[in-house]
């Protein structure tokens, strides 16, 4: 399966963002997906993570109220919706996908990832 990762962009502070998480060569309406992020010099850490019927979420404690993770199993896709972004959010955000039984943090429990887009939020 590849992943292919986008909407990341440039945005002020406060402002907000629509990050998607495309498919291709699987389909994704049985994986648990999570989105990751990885600010330079600073290790990839969690941020959201949804099953695959979309009726569980979890997301780290920074992004709470701000974030939300979502799926569109007939298209094959994953979003998160970014509002009220902070400085503290620039960061590459990764895709990422399992096929393991319940929602997981840690990156290595992940078997597929996209190749990262970029997020800047300007002060």
């Known amino acids: 399966v590849q992943l292919q990762a986008s909407g990341g962009g440039l945005v002020q502070a406060g402002g907000s963002l629509r990050l998607s998480c495309a498919a291709s060569g699987r389909t994704l309406s049985s994986a648990n997906m999570g989105w990751f992020r990885q600010a330079p010099g600073k290790e990839r850490e969690f941020v959201a993570a949804i099953n695959w019927s979309g009726g569980r979420t979890d997301y780290t404690d920074s992004v709470k109220g701000r974030f939300t993770i979502s799926r569109d199993n007939a298209k094959n896709a994953v979003y998160l919706q970014m509002n009220s972004l902070k400085p503290e959010d620039t960061a590459v955000y990764y895709c990422?996908?399992?096929?393991?039984?319940?929602?997981?943090?840690?990156?290595?429990?992940?078997?597929?990832w996209g190749q990262g887009t970029q997020v800047t939020v300007s002060s």
């Open positions: 990422a996908a399992n096929w393991r039984g319940t929602l997981n943090r840690t990156p290595v429990t992940y078997d597929y």
